[in-house]
């Protein structure tokens, strides 16, 4: 599977003003050796680390959660299926389904639970999928 990335376009969530900034889908099977340069612009190092939060729930929290260079602060997610960062009023929401990370990144006026809702949702809608 290859990497596809989507802008949110300010439309994703709701119908009356924009929530996420930016939103991406990667597959796993080749996630370390491609990268996406459509609005979310992340290493492939960085999401190896990912890749192993997600095997070894908690061990990003040490060194931080990057995203094309920007630190964020772990916080509470759900081991082996969700892990969210915050850097100020931002942050991001990462969901692992089957065979893909699901990103949801934010900014305010957009809650980090208005995040959630939606990489969660749309990360559960794929897994039931198959996907």
Do not use: W
């Amino acid at each position: 599977m290859t990497i596809s990335c989507a802008r949110s376009g300010g439309e994703i969530g709701s119908q009356r003003r924009p929530l996420l900034a930016r939103m991406a889908a990667f597959g796993l099977r080749a996630i370390a050796s491609q990268r996406c340069n459509l609005h979310l612009q992340i290493k492939p190092e960085e999401v190896t680390a990912i890749v192993n939060d997600f095997a070894e729930p908690g061990s990003l929290a040490p060194t931080g959660l990057y995203i094309g260079g920007t630190k964020y602060m772990v916080i509470q997610g759900e081991p082996g299926a969700v892990i969210r960062g915050k850097k100020g009023s931002a942050g991001v929401t990462i969901k692992k389904t089957t065979c893909a990370l699901i990103f949801g990144l934010y900014d305010e006026p957009v809650t980090p639970g208005e995040c959630n809702m939606i990489v969660e949702r749309l990360g559960d809608y794929l897994i039931d999928q198959g996907i």
